[in-house]
């Protein structure tokens, strides 16, 4: 790249890039991330519009707006959703679209299982919200204790949960096991591990959470749904069974996921920090480490959200000294983002704000975090208002502000098209102060004895004032949000042109055009040091300062055939399998009839799985080697390639 | 400049907000900051130690970071500003690893030292023992010295421990009463202990507020429990009361409810003194006319209330009543059904209970 | 884009094709891994339970050890026939890939028979999956493991079809090798399964 083309238009979809079948059939990473990211700002929509609702009922004591039933449905479902419907996809969606670029790859290791992880991502969260339809919604918390969550089957509608959540592990143990794939075998040449992108750290970090923990909540799972359907004595504690075994399993999950959560939207800010100061990322090394060092001990503090269950004290201090030291490498984030920015030259874009608030916001959610390791003290903070306050800060103003950030830093490589600064700037200050508004009063409610989930409170206790305040800072972040639609939707057709690299970046995405072509990079790039596409444009002078080249250097490897870049092809299979595995869930969820309807789910997924298998990757395939000892397989071997993922 | 401003504004709404949020606890009956007894009074001072530890981190942390906003911003013309490509700093990064290790060990010694005092189970001949059952949705007491049982309002001595050996016979409950100790899990199958202490008694007419903290399902908003505390002549007054059996009215209004009690009420409601109502499923009523709260302890027991509750309870609190199962192994019961009782039925039972005093 | 060539590329031919065996077998060991932890839990969730029988048949009473020895046997058989399997596909022996796959298919399928005769005589002796916690932890952790050893079988006779219609080609080594990964791994599971759930509990 020698000279940075003007740009002035965006370039037209490739052919056979238009219509619901090519968007059903698609292997391309990046549309895949695209599905995700809207997908999850569709639930992200429905999920705050539950905590509107749930914030109504709340605005006055004694709130009639809600019943009782409603309102556990609403507070189940808010809580599902935005974990496994929005953050985890919107992380997704970004990992999809986002790490064969800055690995300098042309796709994911296996394309098509990324296709179907986004189905099955499809096909679960149809299942979850289609219970509103069907009977009526979940309504035993996100977090499903037993023995409530095996009760009643009448009373406590948590099939349509369980099934939901089961399905969303396929999606997320699969494209953990791509992920990890991917990142540790299909880099670019030259790009060593320490040369990787933080972002990419954190998705490993994130994948090996993901594939060690769903199991546990699988098994929890699936324990539940058999307590409730198949009369299995996993949680009846006439019979002899303990309910603090789904204690454990659920958060020897529940507590990594929150690193899940949270750490895709640290590597984004530490993408975002370095490119905005003008200066390489602090400390990157510490900041790989103590991502690294997050993920291990985020498996030795699960049992801080049991503190009032009654483990007894000598476990109850092991697992507070754990969550106090889980603060040290978080610390060291913090300490090193804010050196990032220290000396550089600091461009208040949105998406800098954003990562700045991020930063802000989370230092709240981490020091309360650390007042939970306080047993005592946690005993009158858990399942408190203090608690949602916490999290809030940890999972709105962390992972929801970092993950705006990365949708106005990533916006421009994905359309082409800048998204509106002005709205930018008015969302990011409107979702701020709506954010603080809603969430810093809930810290004091706690303190006052608020507890969590309790669909109304008494004129008496000393809770409207804090309550009415949280509602309409809801309504405050609702209308940020908005904008933020406003934004998107306005951008696509209006945005400023952006060009190949409008924020002046540092990784490799911004090597090639926005959108960037199916296949990626019209030729890989050898990487010769961390943040490579920035050191083809900048070098250091004699004394230690930046300096502009005066023409941009690098690496291409040449492509030994440039005429053909092979690229998977679109394929139905994925979406066949994961429809099949819905339709096992809508089955098993009506047994005994429902069988029937099961064993045809199980049909149609092995069909999908089948042809899956037989099916040739590549559009047009490679020349193949003859195998004399096999003529027969000659004539096969010319049109079929293997995969089997 | 404009962004200066308003981000100076955001600063002092939020520490603004802080200041208002650390002072404001008046007439806040559940506050966890108020405490009322020595046990709530350590983990109170455990957390402001903590608060102001977190508070100067909070501070010390925005303001680097504002410093860092504000001093190294971009502005117009300064494009050419020469800036030195720093890497990391090996010194620095150890630095920012010790300190806050070790101030997290210097908290980690009163944390720990508070949890096993906290936790430990009182002793001595002046501890009163009180057995508590969590059910969907009130709380059962029994007084194992004096040989009754009550429910949902809690009655206790001031001045020395009360050990309250608690379980579930449905799904985990959590009781916590914010002003004397933390909260403790009632899990089925299980048995947990909790201290409470109270320092004085409570004026008269006023209680500590308190309620289930732990999701229970439909109804747990109302899963309340207010504690009175006495001093001791009160509280073995009041002991003494409620050991008696009922007097079963004979002749007005009340005699009448009691017909109506044997037929309906005493599938569930245990009587002390009586032969008909001996099944223990829901509050036990011997003293209900005592009682300043009931379902729950949500409502006041107020003639008015609890001709509402007798009339439809399902208007008063969101129940389940047609899900149970009387004869199920453990017995389910998920609320009080609405009996259809007519206008005279109901007077004659709000009579029958407020004379139960 | 100009290609501009350092000395450090110039000359050497870099491939930009990851070898896809590698890739394949990296995402099938951290999928083993996950695996793991899955029964895992299976396994704590029956060490729980081990003794809430309620009345009903405990383990002592119950577990026949020479007959599940012999089962345990036979399904630690289908390992050697499996790496059978995979020598004749490293040596490129369409015939002899076929028996072994064959032969671990069936291996595969008499362990599952004899899991089936095993629950229904536990049945018979009155351990039903509603009997006890006992019971539901250990018919759902060995249930869950006969399940894997089924899409194992299922996946093997996949291979075979595969093979005899000339869609498995002999240059193609992966499909044998991240099978038979997979089902080395589901053998060993049940070493542990068996060594914790039966001979530690009689």
């Known amino acids: 790249m020698a000279t940075v083309a003007e740009v002035t238009e965006v370039h037209a979809p490739a052919p056979g890039h238009k219509g619901l079948w090519s968007w059903i059939t698609t292997v391309d990473h990046k549309r895949i991330g695209i599905l995700y990211l809207w997908s999850a700002l569709l639930f992200f929509i429905v999920g705050g519009i539950e905590a509107l609702l749930i914030r109504l009922q709340l605005f006055t004591p004694n709130g009639e707006i809600l019943s009782a039933d409603a309102y556990n449905q609403l507070f189940t479902m808010h809580g599902t959703t935005m974990v496994f419907l929005v953050v985890m996809p919107l992380a997704s969606g970004f990992v999809n679209y986002l790490l064969p670029l800055l690995l300098g790859a042309r796709d994911v290791a296996f394309p098509r299982l990324n296709a179907f992880s986004y189905w099955v991502f499809f096909v679960g969260g149809v299942l979850l919200y289609s219970s509103f339809i069907l009977g009526g919604s979940p309504d035993g918390g996100w977090f499903g204790y037993a023995p409530l969550s095996t009760q009643v089957p009448e009373y406590v509608r948590m099939d349509f949960w369980a099934v939901g959540l089961l399905t969303l592990g396929v999606a997320s143990i699969a494209s953990s096991a791509n992920f990890i794939a991917t990142i540790l075998t299909m880099r670019a040449p030259g790009m060593t591990l320490m040369r990787m992108p933080v972002f990419v750290w954190m998705t490993l970090v994130i994948s090996f959470l993901l594939l060690f923990s769903l199991p546990t909540i699988t098994v929890g799972l699936f324990q539940v749904f058999f307590d409730r359907n198949f009369g299995t004595l996993f949680y009846e504690t006439a019979a002899g069974a303990d309910p603090l075994l789904w204690q454990h399993l659920f958060w020897l999950f529940g507590h990594p996921e929150v690193y899940v959560l949270i750490l895709p939207a640290m590597g984004i800010v530490s993408e975002i920090l370095p490119v905005f100061s003008r200066k390489p990322l602090f400390g990157y090394s510490f900041v790989v480490f103590s991502g690294i060092a997050i993920g291990f001990m985020g498996f030795g503090v699960w049992s801080h959200h049991m503190f009032t269950s009654g483990m007894g004290p000598v476990a109850e201090a092991g697992f507070a000294i754990s969550t106090m030291m889980i603060a040290v490498p978080t610390g060291i984030k913090i300490f090193n983002w804010i050196g990032t920015t220290w000396g550089g030259r600091i461009r208040l874009t949105t998406p800098m704000l954003y990562a700045l608030a991020f930063i802000a916001m989370f230092v709240i959610g981490g020091l309360s975090g650390v007042t939970h390791s306080i047993v005592p003290a946690d005993t009158q903070q858990h399942d408190s208002y203090y608690v949602v306050a916490h999290f809030h800060y940890v999972l709105f103003g962390g992972a929801i502000l970092g993950l705006f950030a990365g949708i106005y830093y990533w916006y421009p490589k994905m359309s082409g098209r800048m998204l509106s600064e002005r709205l930018g700037k008015w969302q990011f200050w409107i979702t701020l102060i709506g954010f603080n508004l809603t969430f810093l009063p809930m810290h004091m409610l706690g303190l006052n004895g608020m507890p969590r989930r309790t669909y109304r409170y008494d004129e008496n206790l000393g809770f409207d004032l804090w309550n009415a305040v949280a509602t309409i800072g809801g309504f405050v972040i609702a209308l940020g949000v908005l904008l933020f639609v406003i934004n998107v939707i306005w951008s696509r057709r209006h945005g400023e042109i952006a060009g190949d690299d409008p924020w002046d970046a540092r990784t490799l995405e911004w090597a090639t055009s926005s959108p960037p072509p199916e296949h990626n990079f019209d030729q890989v790039p050898l990487v010769h040091s961390r943040d490579d596409f920035w050191h083809r444009k900048y070098t250091l002078d004699a004394e230690g300062f930046l300096q502009q080249r005066d023409e941009p250097v690098g690496d291409w490897i040449p492509e030994a055939d440039p005429e053909h870049i092979h690229m998977p092809s679109p394929s139905y299979y994925p979406a066949l399998t994961a429809l099949g595995m819905g339709i096992v869930g809508y089955g098993v969820l009506y047994q005994p009839a429902g069988f029937i309807v099961a064993a045809i789910g199980a049909l149609v997924l092995m069909w999908g799985a089948f042809g899956w298998s037989m099916e040739p990757v590549t559009r047009t395939p490679e020349p193949m080697a003859h195998d004399d000892r096999h003529p027969e397989l000659e004539a096969a071997a010319a049109t079929e390639e293997v995969e089997s993922e | ?357 | 884009m100009t290609d501009l060539v350092t000395a450090e590329g110039h000359g050497e031919h870099i491939s930009t094709h990851p070898d896809m065996n590698v890739v394949r077998k990296t995402a099938m060991w951290v999928f083993l891994g996950s695996e793991c932890i899955f029964f895992g839990s299976l396994i704590a969730t029956f060490l729980l339970y081990r003794t809430e029988t309620r009345g009903g048949p405990t383990a002592k009473e119950l577990f026949d050890i020479p007959f599940t020895s012999a089962s345990s046997f036979i399904l630690l058989m289908s390992s050697l026939t499996m790496v059978l399997a995979h020598n004749a596909r490293e040596r490129r022996d369409p015939r002899q890939l076929r028996i072994w796959l064959l032969a671990t298919a069936l291996l595969g399928s008499t362990f599952l028979a004899g899991q089936a005769f095993e629950f229904t005589e536990f049945a018979h002796e009155g351990l039903k999956l509603t009997t006890s916690p006992f019971a539901s932890s250990f018919y759902v952790a060995t249930g869950f493991h006969g399940a894997h050893v089924a899409v194992g079988v299922l996946m093997l006779l996949a291979l075979l079809f595969m093979s005899m219609s000339g869609r498995l080609r002999t240059g193609e080594g992966m499909n044998v090798e991240l099978v038979g990964l997979y089902w080395h791994f589901v053998d060993v599971v049940w070493i542990v399964i068996f060594t914790v759930v039966y001979l530690l509990q009689v």
């Open chain 2, 1 to 357: 400049m404009a962004a200066r401003v308003r981000s100076r504004l955001v600063l002092g709404a939020v520490l603004a907000t802080i200041a208002l949020a650390a002072c404001g606890t008046e007439e806040v009956p559940q506050n966890s900051l108020d405490p009322a007894g020595p046990i709530a009074r350590d983990i109170d001072g455990l957390w402001w130690l903590v608060f102001w530890i977190a508070a100067v981190i909070f501070v010390l942390v925005q303001a680097a970071l504002l410093v860092s906003i504000f001093r190294f911003r971009a502005r117009k013309g300064d494009e050419g500003r020469r800036i030195r490509q720093l890497h990391g700093n090996t010194k620095l990064e150890v630095a920012w690893t010790i300190a806050p290790a070790v101030l997290l060990a210097v908290i980690a010694v009163p944390t720990v030292a508070t949890l096993f005092d906290i936790r430990a189970e009182p002793t001595g001949d002046d501890v009163l023992e009180i057995n508590v059952v969590g059910h969907q949705w009130w709380w059962e007491y029994e007084y194992p010295e004096f040989g009754f049982f009550t429910a949902n309002e809690l009655h206790i001595p001031a001045g020395r421990p009360v050990n309250l050996t608690m379980t579930s016979d449905d799904v985990i409950h959590s009781f916590w009463l914010p002003r004397l100790n933390g909260k403790r899990d009632l899990v089925p199958g299980r048995v947990s202990n909790l201290t409470l202490f109270a320092d004085e008694p409570t004026p008269d007419g006023e209680f500590l507020w308190g309620q289930c903290a732990e999701f229970c399902g439909l109804a747990h908003a109302d899963m309340r429990l207010k504690v009175k505390v006495h001093d001791e002549d009160g509280f073995q007054a009041w002991a003494a009361g409620q050991a008696q059996p009922a007097v079963i009215p004979t002749d007005g209004p009340a005699a009448e409810g009691w017909e109506i009690f044997k037929l309906v009420c005493t599938a569930c409601h245990p009587v002390a003194g009586t032969e008909e109502a001996q099944v223990r499923l829901a509050p036990d009523l011997t003293h209900y006319g005592s009682r300043s709260w009931f379902a729950g302890a949500t409502f006041r027991n107020t003639t008015e209330h609890l001709a509402a509750w007798l009339r439809n309870p399902g208007d008063l609190k969101p129940m389940a009543p047609e899900l149970n199962d009387l004869a199920a192994d453990p017995p389910r019961i998920l609320g009080m059904p609405n009996f259809g009782l007519g206008g005279a039925e109901v007077d004659a039972l709000v009579a029958l209970l407020q004379s139960w005093e």
